[in-house]
């Protein structure tokens, strides 16, 4: 076996064990990766992190280009921490597609790290790791942490830009996966009571890694016995509150990268400290359910918009009458309407629609083979989309028509 295949295989070893604080990288991985053999486990774990963030493609590239798929399943599989499973419902794939594209996106990754190999990822690791008992913001300056917050957050809004946040989901995998660190301080992690169906209209590896992060605040400067995570819905609001019980320092305050990230996504943070305990409040939109009717006679896609708006604030529903009463009762937000339907014009629908006052005001997505672009919006369709249709396409134009 030569040096790379060995570099290989303890790098897959490692992506399997990215967010274990047992793991010990092997001495090879940890100086071909992090370019110094004194580091710890952690700044390998972090620079492999790194490594898959510098392997994001051009804002521009399309959605259906491969490495997009390949980029998104790295950070899905090995930053997220999903299985194969959720992975391919976020990619919208089947889990045996999945296989083959994780062992090409890990081979992507290897040869990336490899031929970078004691370069910008090892000067970033230096540079960026976080230390146990200071923050590396009090070296940068705060432009450039504030920026560096700001690209990394459009960045997974471009990848994903109609997702949303299930906050009982999200809380329940941050639980599991700081319990191990909780309980070397000594902290035990409750779950409170959930708002059932509660949803952020945030990206949820943002949501994740604020609550991460807080829960790290709390145990460094608050030592508390117990973290109990509660969460509710108030006045259009996602509120996630995370109180430290019998804390020994009770103190009130809060993380200054943690608030530029709420506040870059709408969001707020406040605190509170009072009898022993502190309580860190974590607000941001809440995602409203909007209703999407699909009319269309090919039931293929009507799955393939099913799939396509999994873990977001859209619902599709597929009527068998294309009435405009039937319609107005189904009473959506959007509709997506194909034009060659049996029996049934869609021009001469989409007429009856814009003339019905209680239907006028829909947004009327065209969604055909038939290309008249120009037509569809003199006859008052908002958006016009070519058949075969893009998921990201179809995502980012419901964003759109009904922000």
Same mark, same amino acid.
């Given at each position: 076996?030569?040096?790379?295949?060995?570099?290989?295989?303890? &790098?897959?070893?490692?992506?399997?064990?990215?967010?274990?604080?047992?793991?010990?990288?092997?001495?090879?991985?940890?100086?071909?990766?992090?370019?110094?053999?004194?580091?710890?486990?952690?700044?390998?774990?972090?620079?492999?992190?790194?490594?898959?963030?510098?392997?994001?493609?051009?804002?521009?590239?399309?959605?259906?280009?491969?490495?997009?798929?390949?980029?998104?399943?790295?950070?899905?599989?090995?930053?997220?921490?999903?299985?194969?499973?959720?992975?391919?419902?976020?990619?919208?794939?089947?889990?045996?597609?999945?296989?083959?594209?994780?062992?090409?996106?890990?081979?992507?990754?290897?040869?990336?790290?490899?031929?970078?190999?004691?370069?910008?990822?090892?000067? !970033?690791?230096?540079?960026?790791?976080?230390?146990?008992?200071?923050?590396?913001?009090?070296?940068?300056?705060?432009?450039?942490?504030?920026?560096?917050?700001?690209?990394?957050?459009?960045?997974?809004?471009?990848?994903?830009?109609?997702?949303?946040?299930?906050?009982?989901?999200?809380?329940?995998?941050?639980?599991?996966?700081?319990?191990?660190?909780?309980?070397?301080?000594?902290?035990?992690?409750?779950?409170?009571?959930?708002?059932?169906?509660?949803?952020?209209?945030?990206?949820?590896?943002?949501?994740?890694?604020?609550?991460?992060?807080?829960?790290?605040?709390?145990?460094?400067?608050?030592?508390?016995?117990?973290?109990?995570?509660?969460?509710?819905?108030?006045?259009?609001?996602?509120?996630?509150?995370?109180?430290?019980?019998? +804390?020994?320092?009770?103190?009130?305050?809060?993380?200054?990268?943690?608030?530029?990230? !709420?506040? !870059?996504?709408?969001?707020?943070?406040?605190?509170?400290?009072?009898?022993?305990?502190?309580?860190?409040?974590?607000?941001?939109?809440?995602?409203?359910?909007?209703?999407?009717?699909?009319?269309?006679?090919?039931?293929?896609?009507?799955?393939?918009?099913?799939? +396509?708006?999994?873990?977001?604030?859209?619902?599709?529903?597929? !009527?068998?009458?294309?009435?405009?009463?039937?319609?107005?009762?189904?009473?959506?937000?959007?509709?997506?309407?194909?034009?060659?339907?049996?029996?049934?014009?869609?021009?001469? &629908?989409?007429?009856?629609?814009?003339?019905?006052?209680?239907?006028?005001?829909?947004?009327?997505?065209?969604?055909?083979?038939?290309?008249?672009?120009?037509?569809?919006?003199?006859?008052?369709?908002?958006?016009?989309?070519?058949?075969?249709?893009?998921?990201?396409? &179809?995502?980012?134009?419901?964003?759109?028509?009904?922000?």
């Amino acid at each position: 076996m030569d040096h790379y295949e060995r570099f290989r295989d303890d &790098l897959y070893c490692a992506l399997s064990r990215l967010h274990d604080p047992d793991y010990q990288a092997p001495a090879a991985l940890i100086d071909i990766v992090a370019g110094d053999s004194t580091v710890g486990t952690s700044s390998v774990q972090y620079a492999i992190i790194e490594a898959i963030r510098q392997l994001a493609p051009p804002a521009d590239t399309p959605g259906s280009a491969s490495i997009q798929s390949h980029y998104k399943l790295l950070v899905h599989r090995f930053i997220e921490n999903l299985t194969q499973a959720e992975t391919a419902e976020q990619l919208n794939t089947t889990e045996r597609n999945i296989r083959r594209m994780q062992r090409v996106a890990t081979h992507m990754l290897a040869r990336f790290l490899w031929e970078h190999r004691a370069h910008p990822v090892a000067e !970033l690791t230096k540079a960026m790791s976080p230390q146990p008992e200071s923050s590396d913001l009090e070296q940068l300056s705060s432009d450039t942490w504030r920026s560096q917050a700001r690209q990394e957050l459009d960045s997974l809004r471009q990848s994903d830009p109609a997702t949303t946040a299930d906050v009982d989901s999200i809380v329940r995998r941050v639980m599991a996966l700081e319990q191990a660190l909780a309980e070397s301080y000594g902290v035990t992690m409750t779950l409170g009571e959930i708002a059932r169906n509660l949803t952020a209209a945030v990206n949820p590896t943002a949501l994740r890694q604020i609550l991460i992060m807080t829960i790290g605040w709390l145990n460094r400067t608050n030592k508390p016995r117990e973290i109990r995570i509660d969460a509710w819905e108030e006045d259009g609001l996602a509120v996630t509150r995370l109180r430290g019980v019998d +804390c020994r320092n009770r103190v009130a305050g809060d993380d200054a990268l943690t608030n530029e990230m !709420l506040r !870059l996504l709408g969001g707020s943070m406040t605190s509170t400290a009072e009898e022993g305990d502190v309580a860190v409040i974590i607000r941001v939109p809440a995602a409203g359910q909007v209703n999407v009717v699909v009319i269309d006679d090919n039931q293929d896609f009507v799955h393939f918009c099913r799939r +396509c708006v999994r873990g977001t604030r859209f619902r599709v529903e597929d !009527l068998e009458d294309w009435s405009v009463t039937a319609i107005r009762e189904a009473d959506p937000d959007v509709i997506l309407l194909d034009i060659m339907l049996p029996g049934l014009d869609g021009w001469e &629908l989409l007429n009856e629609l814009r003339r019905d006052p209680d239907t006028a005001g829909i947004p009327v997505v065209i969604c055909s083979i038939v290309r008249e672009e120009a037509l569809a919006s003199l006859m008052g369709a908002v958006e016009y989309l070519p058949k075969p249709v893009d998921h990201r396409d &179809l995502l980012n134009i419901l964003e759109r028509v009904t922000s």
